[in-house]
């Protein structure tokens, strides 16, 4: 069963996955960022971790056929399919309205970080804090002497990611709303996701 | 008013820092790897995180002169000195049961998780999570292709970093028991602390 959704620009959303169910990210204008975030359905102090899944990837990100774990290093989401570059940021914590502050910006600025509590809220599953993300699409180049630089996008239009769900689990993601660094391009842009349900087995592992 | 301590090999310890209070790690084996955490004494769920140090230092770790944030990005520790490579990881996880048992141990294995909780329960100040750690000392060099190397120490024996505390803050370190990966030669060893009170203002900036 197909379901396709349309996460608005500079908006979140929060989808609910059953084991087996997979979620396909894609990047249609191929410069928009997509903060991602699961949560055990069973217990949502339990999260997937972008730390935890750094030392069992031994990668700063998982590439097609790997996966992301949870902060009890338990498997959560497997990459399925990587139809990108496969550059994705595990270490920038999500833009918040501090964030914006600390940029200049003197009017509010929508954020991930409030899109991800504005998602999980709707489907009444509130979270007390924003884990790390796993920032889809987003190039942080990391420079000599552990420089970190706000790179742009190193996609094409209609790249996208899918994501199997290897566990009960709500998905969340924030088209980023960042508009003053490079990292979306300047441009945000609305985030076709296409859920596919009810294919346990099918290539799950 | 200067007082010594010594953190165990294997153990962890949490102090107890006001403003403008510094603590100096040394290493003094120079192969010893000192995760530590930060955690502001009016709210313990208000914490130093990496993730939110990395945007606004622009950076993987502080340099001397530079300050880690907490997840309100609100300044916490300062490197007032770093006399060592300077090289130290942020997006390590802390070692756990779970990550001795994937490393294929078969007895329990002391970690600095749970050095962290041990440490924050013998000044009655439990805690729920562990965030990701400052890992003093630690070398992972990234690899072409984002791969992470769990490398040897670089510093030689009496390297030392000094933080003061920007605010009243609780400090927790582990002398990180990890034998299995190279990360701390091999040879898990104490951790003399100095913790230096009451110079509020002596450079605290």
Known sequence: MREDLLIPA???MAVRLAY???VTIVNESGTQVVDTWAFCADDLSH???MEHSRVENGRLCAREGGQYVTDRREPILYVTQDASPG????IMAACDPQRYINLGCKEPHRSCSCNLHEAMIAIECPIAKTPQPLNLFMNIPIGEDMTLIQGSPLGKPGDFVTLRALRDCIV???ACPQDITPINGHSP???PLIIERGNVGAGAH
Chains 1, 2 share one sequence.
Do not use: I, P, Q, Y
Request: net charge negative.
């Open 10 to 12: 500079r908006h979140g």
């Open 20 to 22: 087996g169910d997979t």
């Open 47 to 49: 999260a997937m971790s």
């Open 87 to 90: 550059v994705h940021d595990t």
């Open 172 to 174: 969340a993601f924030s």
């Open 189 to 191: 842009s609305a985030v």
